[in-house]
Nanobody, 119 residues
Framework: QVQLVGSGGGLVQPGGSLRLSCAAS????????MGWYRQAPGKQRELVAQ?????????AASVKGRFTIFRDNPKNMNTMYLQMNSLKPEDTAVYFC???????????WGLGMQVTVSS
């Protein structure tokens, strides 16, 4: 099992910044990729950003150039961050930490965190 604890959500004005963090524990040796998903009201959950154990990153087109995903230590998969800059109202959503693993059920989710971008 992998446990994920996220923090950092909140209310921010358009153009502002926010940093989300996600700490993994348990069978972290099994984590192959860590990422962030988000779900806005009435919309499907979507991948925001992901980083693999090898350090390869991937971003949704809507956040490229504004969001950065990174780990506290490139050698492990303990803690992951999402630095969100130049936030827009359309970034408002519940954000979820997620990992892909080599152990059943092959993925784990953290609790959602509300991010609201509003003036």
């Amino acid at each position: 099992q992998v446990q994920l604890v996220g923090s950092g959500g909140g209310l921010v004005q358009p153009g502002g910044s926010l940093r989300l963090s996600c700490a993994a524990s348990g069978s972290i040796f099994s984590i192959m990729a860590m990422g962030w998903y988000r779900q806005a009201p009435g919309k499907q959950r979507e991948l925001v950003a992901q980083v693999t154990r090898g350090g390869i990153t991937d971003y949704a087109a809507s956040v490229k150039g504004r969001f950065t995903i990174f780990r506290d230590n490139p050698k492990n998969m303990n803690t992951m961050y999402l630095q969100m800059n130049s936030l827009k109202p359309e970034d408002t959503a519940v954000y979820f930490c997620h990992v892909d693993t080599t152990i059943t059920p092959r993925e784990f989710w953290g609790l959602g965190m509300q991010v609201t971008v509003s003036s």
